[in-house]
């Protein structure tokens, strides 16, 4: 939503209304952070599935009723589930900053809390306390009071950028690898690798756009 959008919401609703869209959004931005957790837990899992792999003397793997009997054909299906997981992290995240956009802006209109000055990077704290828990907010916080100085954006930087890139890393080398081996392998192999490539290109131009809109939308504002 545009800043013009909300505010001609917030104007046009009653107190309940508010409260009650309020209550809404933290719900879901709860819920976001619930699935931010899964989401960072399955992707790990499948790292370390990946590599055990190589290592692993069995031939089987029984989960519950399920039996996979090559466990080598797992690590060719391991780069496009984790390339949807890299997908839907970026569409959740997005979403996740379009509910903070507007609860920050509920702030300062329906509770009367002064945060225009704060940037449009950073939480203020009133809404970060309406916030679920996160650990890279509370050490963003350093940052909005200017109380780290340069020492702050040394340490939080980098983990940003991690963040971001750490997941296309591993996505590189596990494709660098299935490229090498692109026309010996089967018709799913084949489909896996192709789908796999297509997906993490639609995440690198969902996030491309998702920035470029944010940054029009701020240039207007």
């Known amino acids: 939503m545009k800043e013009q959008e909300i505010d001609k919401l917030i104007q046009s609703n009653e107190g309940d209304k508010l409260s009650f869209y309020l209550s809404n959004l933290l719900s879901k931005s709860k819920e976001i952070e619930k699935e931010n957790n899964k989401l960072g837990i399955m992707m790990l899992i499948l790292i370390l599935l990946f590599y055990l792999i190589d290592y692993t003397s069995a031939n ?35 979403h996740k900053a379009e509910l903070i956009k507007i609860i920050k802006k509920i702030s300062n209109q329906h509770f009367s809390y002064d945060n225009k000055n704060v940037d449009i990077a950073f939480i203020d704290d009133f809404t970060r306390t309406l916030l679920p828990i996160s650990i890279y907010e509370e050490f963003n916080k350093f940052n909005y009071k200017k109380t780290s100085g340069c020492i702050g954006t040394i340490i939080i930087l980098p983990l940003s950028i991690a963040l971001m890139l750490i997941p296309y ?39 491309i756009q998702t920035m470029r809109l944010s940054i029009i939308e701020n240039e207007r504002n």
């Open 60 to 94: 089987s793997l029984n989960i519950g009723p399920i039996t996979i009997k090559d466990l080598a054909e797992i690590r060719i299906f391991i780069p496009l589930v984790f390339a949807f997981l890299i997908l839907r992290y970026k569409v959740i995240n997005s």
């Open 169 to 207: 890393i591993f996505e590189y080398f596990w494709l660098k690898e299935l490229i090498i081996d692109f026309l010996g392998m089967n018709f799913y192999g084949k489909t896996s690798t192709i789908i796999t490539i297509w997906v993490l290109i639609l995440s690198i131009y969902y996030f």
